[in-house]
């Protein structure tokens, strides 16, 4: 899991899950995810070989424009 500014990304696996403070976001099946909301993010990926694995949380606030 890595963190650019307000972006998170992961490396690339088959498919992607967002969470956020422990519940699925809809519609983030992506590699790179952009943050709209303070919270605890995690990612959970499932590669060729049909295995599942998630990210330790990482707390993430939004900057104020």
């Known amino acids: 899991l890595d963190r650019d500014e307000d972006f998170l990304s992961t490396s690339l696996f088959g498919t992607f899950q967002w969470y956020r403070n422990g519940q ?9 995810y952009r943050v709209q909301e303070d919270g605890f993010y995690q990612v959970e990926v499932l590669n060729s070989d049909g295995c599942i694995s998630i990210s330790d949380s990482i707390a993430m606030c939004v900057p104020i424009p």
């Open 24 to 32: 699925a976001i809809p519609d983030s099946d992506v590699q790179i």
